[in-house]
């Protein structure tokens, strides 16, 4: 597999300039940016996120529960997070609970050891052991209805 540190030598650049390209934050000039770019393509550099994930203590994976898969405020919620994950770079872990919390607690855990960045329950009680099995730092949001949406929490 190809490092940043391969893009880095190959563009002739740091492979912190690596990562503020690949990211696309500032600091680096057109000229650098399309030899970073160039670079990119021509090994054919795909992002590790599991190096993401052990430098930023977070994941690109959003849990997404819901007691029912054919139930249709459920489809309608999965499709959009679906999209709107994939536009921003998040993989969605789906999870069917069904009526069991002990399903949801699992799930929870999963997510935790997998430093979900976010959760979203459909149609679940986000309560104080909810909260607890995920950790201070994961938002989660709760979903009752379509037009209804809890802040993160």
Same mark, same amino acid.
């Not at 054919?44 to 054919?70: C, F, H, N």
């Given at each position: 597999?190809? !490092? ?27 000229? %650098?940016?399309?030899?970073?770019? %160039? ?7 795909? %992002?590790? /996120? ?62 935790? !050891? /997998? ?11 986000? %309560?104080?052991? !909810? ?15 379509? *037009? *209804?949406?809890? *802040?993160? !929490?």
């Amino acid at each position: 597999m190809v !490092t940043i540190r391969d893009v880095a030598k190959h563009a002739g650049v740091s492979p912190a300039t690596v990562s503020r390209v690949v990211n696309g934050l500032v600091g680096y000039s057109d000229e %650098t940016r399309e030899r970073v770019e %160039t670079a990119v393509k021509s090994l054919s550099y795909e %992002t590790d /996120y599991l190096a993401r994930g052990l430098k930023t203590r977070q994941t690109s994976v959003i849990g997404l529960l819901a007691p029912m898969v054919s139930d249709a405020l459920a489809s309608q919620v999965m499709q959009g997070v679906e999209e709107e994950a994939q536009e921003r770079g998040y993989a969605v872990m789906l999870g069917r609970t069904g009526a069991k919390s002990a399903y949801i607690a699992g799930y929870l855990r999963t997510l935790r !050891t /997998y430093r979900a960045a976010g959760v979203i329950l459909i149609s679940a009680v986000i %309560t104080p052991e !909810t909260r607890q099995l995920l950790g201070p730092n994961v938002p989660v949001w709760q979903v009752h209805a379509i *037009s *209804s949406c809890t *802040s993160p !929490t």
